[in-house]
């Protein structure tokens, strides 16, 4: 159980370009999601937070016009990175917490998309 | 001072050998403990998570919680070739969801 589905595994585009990555929760309800960025052999950082329905909660130093995200339903959250630049590249992972439950729940991730910007 | 500390490694230890994980933390408010194992360009994969202090089995993996001493532990017994990964705590507080994040440490188990 908890399986999250995330999409594309692999990105690599031109400079400008607007990339999307969609998260799923595909065996449970996810009220929250959330975003995170990790560099080589670096732990991983928190971007932002997803609730369904509502906006999205961003980390200090986060663009959230660079980082578009979307959490349309209760097993679907997506991020967009806007006119993506060299410096976007990074992996790219996302993971969520069952709706039931306290907010000790554990979160369970997705593969991580690898983007690469040229 | 970081909120959680992680000897990042690396650490190299033969097939079979028991390995001892370790993270602090410097926040009593923490209550929920876990520990994830991420392979190289994969997400990372729950492993064990715990509440307050206590010890905790599943298989070849113990983890344990001193609260007292704001210290947790993941043990790997008969350790294989396969557990080489980075093993990450993580721990939060109950008050919001927000997890807080060890550095990983880097684990080779050689066969």
């Known amino acids: 159980g908890a399986v999250v589905s995330q999409h594309p595994s692999r990105v690599i585009c031109k400079s400008g370009t607007s990339v999307k990555i969609e998260c799923r929760s595909l065996?449970?309800?996810?009220?929250?999601m959330f975003w995170y960025r990790q560099f080589p052999k670096q732990s991983l950082m928190l971007m932002a937070t997803?609730?369904?329905?509502?906006?999205?909660?961003?980390e200090q130093g986060v663009e959230k016009d660079k980082f578009l995200i979307n959490h349309a339903s209760l097993t679907l959250s997506t991020l967009t990175v806007t006119s993506a630049h060299p410096e976007d590249s990074s992996f790219y992972i996302c993971?969520?917490?069952?709706?039931?439950?306290?907010?000790?729940?554990?979160?369970?991730f997705g593969d991580g998309t690898r983007l690469s910007i040229l | 001072q970081k909120e959680v500390e992680q000897d990042p490694g690396p650490l190299s230890v033969p097939e079979g050998a028991i390995v001892s994980l370790n993270c602090t933390y410097s926040?009593?408010?923490?209550?929920?403990f876990m520990w994830y194992r991420q392979y190289s360009r994969k997400g990372p994969e729950l492993l064990m998570y715990?509440?307050s202090s206590g010890n905790k089995e599943d298989g070849r993996f113990t983890a344990q919680v001193d609260k007292s001493s704001k210290y947790i532990s993941l043990f790997i017994r008969d350790s294989q070739p396969s557990d080489s990964a980075t093993y990450l705590c993580a721990t939060n507080a109950g008050n919001n969801r927000k997890l807080i994040w060890g550095l990983g440490t880097s684990l080779a188990v050689n066969p």
């Open positions: 065996d449970f309800q996810a009220t929250t």
């Open positions: 715990t509440y």
């Open positions: 926040n009593s408010a923490f209550q929920y």
């Open positions: 993971s969520a917490a069952l709706k039931s439950g306290g907010a000790g729940q554990p979160q369970h």
């Open positions: 997803s609730n369904e329905g509502s906006k999205a909660t961003y």
